[in-house]
T-cell receptor, first 110, second 112 residues
Framework: GQSLEQPSEVTAVEGAIVQINCTYQ??????LSWYQQHDGGAPTFLSY????GLEETGRFSSFLSRSDSYGYLLLQELQMKDSASYFC???????????FGSGTQLTVLP | IAGITQAPTSQILAAGRRMTLRCTQD?????MYWYRQDLGLGLRLIHY???????GKGEVPDGYSVSRANTDDFPLTLASAVPSQTSVYFC???????????FGQGTRLTVV
């Protein structure tokens, strides 16, 4: 099966940079995704890494190291609206389904 | 309809009753999923369908069933609800299995 670990909570101040780490175990790996979820809302897709390296999308970047079974989401120039839960999700296993981590609650302070 | 729609948005259900959560998408996505979200446990896959006419079991399938008669609809049925099925249920779809998933707004189900 698949399993993922990420920190449960992270706190940072507005304008700062924060990194949310994710380690995973899977029997077959196809990619690592990141999703954002605001309280009471639906998860929304942020990024996807299938190959090693950094993917940049505006203020958000995502990194993958397949040899270390590790990835991270980097949020720059933090804004109050970035306060949300962030989930990493691995595409893996024989069914190639998305398995989500338990989520990291990011709190951005003024 | 734009994107993926779930109904109802919330429901209080007596234990032992049968309930079907509805999910419809208009993006012509091949794959559809049902997740449940419980505090501290993230999103757990209940059932999935990679194409119309096929379904598969996820991480927590017991007590739930699904069908995929066509591309657009993917209903989730609780045959006899139990309190442990109290949760927020999200339906999602993606172009193909494991690619970027689009989520509905969720159904908050309380079984009493």
């Amino acid at each position: 099966g698949q399993s993922l670990e990420q920190p449960s909570e992270v706190t940072a101040v507005e304008g700062a940079i924060v990194q949310i780490n994710c380690t995973y175990q899977t029997s077959g790996f196809y990619g690592l995704s990141w999703y954002q979820q605001h309280d009471g809302g639906a998860p929304t897709f942020l990024s996807y890494n299938a190959l090693d390296g950094l993917e940049e999308t505006g203020r958000f970047s995502s990194f993958l190291s397949r040899s270390d079974s590790y990835g991270y989401l980097l949020l720059q120039e933090l804004q109050m609206k970035d306060s949300a839960s962030y989930f990493c999700a691995v595409k893996g296993g024989s069914a190639r389904q998305l398995t989500f981590g338990s989520g990291t609650q990011l709190t951005v302070l003024p | 309809i734009a994107g993926i729609t779930q109904a109802p948005t919330s429901q209080i259900l007596a234990a032992g009753r049968r309930m079907t959560l509805r999910c419809t998408q208009d993006m012509r996505h091949n794959a559809m999923y049902w997740y449940r979200q419980d505090l501290g446990l993230g999103l757990r896959l209940i059932h999935y369908s990679n194409t119309a006419g096929t379904t598969g079991k996820g991480e927590v399938p017991d007590g739930y069933s699904v069908s995929r008669a066509n591309t657009d609809d993917f209903p989730l049925t609780l045959a006899s609800a139990v309190p442990s099925q109290t949760s927020v249920y999200f339906c999602a779809s993606s172009r193909d299995r494991g690619t970027e998933a689009f989520f509905g707004q969720g159904t908050r189900l309380t079984v009493v």
